[in-house]
């Protein structure tokens, strides 16, 4: 007769968690290695020391005196499927860190400290450290602390190979000057900062285009010459924090808007206050050969490239037009480049977008409202 309180009965081997994918001493030997990757991020405020139940930091060690915490989550969408099928996994990471950092100074804030979130079928450790890795080098971009995080592993959840990341940041602003932000003002300008590519959005259409032209990341990159596509498609998203801080605290910025989901078409109607409407004259850049790629390729008209990609914008600042030239010296000189790409005018619509006849490839003028 087996033992009632083993039905797998006397003869047969006890299942363990290792029988049933997860290795939690692998877990435990992770947790060690990346240990380094976190230290090196440490900064005013955060002692940073991975293992414990959750991660401590001290707002008054970091020089705020009465601080309005802001929370920003993300992730990196699909564009985990270009990571995993090329087999390079450094860069995600630092998008991770990017989307986050980037909304939390759209709101004035400092990011202060991150937390990723790692979850996979099966751990291997090669690769979850060069994600982390990647997480590390976006923190330093950022100033920030990688103060914790989960890795989770689901067997049965995820593919082999597969997994997804999630990233959660907290920064801080002064209630003084969040309280003191000058209005936005018909006669204000808008600077376009440089994005550095793709970015992480639109990579669902991406991987479509790809699939359905028969193309290879491994294949040469007609838009980036020396360049595979994968590694094109892997260039990092730019973090803005060190160009930006400057001009937030100082309140010459009135107001930001990241480029990301939605394009430009979207997200800077979401900064825009009733009856003023932000004009964008697309001629003011170039739109980037990676972007005019995808534009052929898709066909896409106008509007879905504007709403789909960055089109070489990563953000958009608006600021009094008496201090564009020295605002956008000194975002240059932290090596992003930028551009005046419009103004802010009286008006119904929240933005409108045009380009001439001949401008990005189009061959009539056209213009775009939202």
């Known amino acids: 007769m087996s033992d009632p309180g083993n039905d797998r009965g006397h003869n047969k081997k006890p299942l363990t968690y290792a029988d049933a994918g997860v290795d939690i001493e692998a877990g435990n030997d992770f947790v060690k290695a990346i240990g380094p990757l976190a230290k090196s991020t440490q900064r005013a405020g955060a002692n940073v020391s991975l293992g414990g139940f959750g991660g401590l930091f001290d707002p008054k060690a970091a020089g705020y005196n009465d601080p309005l915490l802001v929370a920003a989550t993300d992730g990196v969408g699909t564009k985990l499927k270009i990571a995993t099928g090329t087999g390079q996994h450094g860069s995600v990471g630092i998008d991770l860190v990017a989307m986050c950092v980037n909304d939390l100074i759209v709101q004035r804030a400092e990011p202060l400290f991150f937390l990723d979130y790692l979850a996979t ?29 989960e890795t989770a592993e689901m067997p049965g959840m995820y593919a082999a190979g597969d997994y997804d990341l999630a990233g959660f940041s907290v920064g801080a ?75 937030i605290q100082s309140q010459v910025v009135k107001a930001l808007a990241h480029i990301t989901g939605g394009g430009l078409l979207e997200n800077i109607p979401r900064v825009m206050p009733a009856g003023l409407t932000a ?92």
């Not at 751990?123 to 997480?135: K, R, S, T």
């Open 121 to 149: 079928g099966h751990l291997a450790q090669d690769v979850a450290q060069a994600v982390v890795a990647g997480i590390a080098e976006g923190c330093r971009q950022a100033g920030c602390a990688l103060i914790g995080g």
């Open 173 to 247: 602003v002064e209630r003084s000057a969040l309280e003191s932000v000058p209005a936005i003002a018909a006669g204000d300008v808008i600077i376009g900062l440089a994005s550095s590519g793709v970015h992480s959005n639109g990579f669902s259409l991406v991987r479509k285009i790809l699939d359905e032209d028969n193309l290879g990341l491994s294949d040469d990159a007609p838009f980036a010459p020396g360049q595979s596509l994968g590694d094109a498609f892997l260039t990092p998203t730019q973090i803005y924090v060190e160009a930006l801080m400057p001009g």
């Open 279 to 370: 004009h964008v004259d697309t001629s003011s850049w170039f739109l980037p050969p990676v972007f005019a790629w995808l534009r052929d390729r898709a066909a896409l008209p106008p509007r879905e490239l504007l709403k789909t990609f960055n089109c070489g914008i990563g953000m958009a600042v608006i600021i009094q037009a008496s201090d564009a030239d020295a605002f956008k010296a000194e975002v240059e000189a932290k090596g992003v480049a930028c551009h005046t790409i419009g103004d802010v005018r009286e008006g119904s619509d929240s933005v409108v977008l045009s380009g001439t006849a001949g401008g990005w490839g189009y061959s009539d003028a056209w213009q775009v409202t939202a």
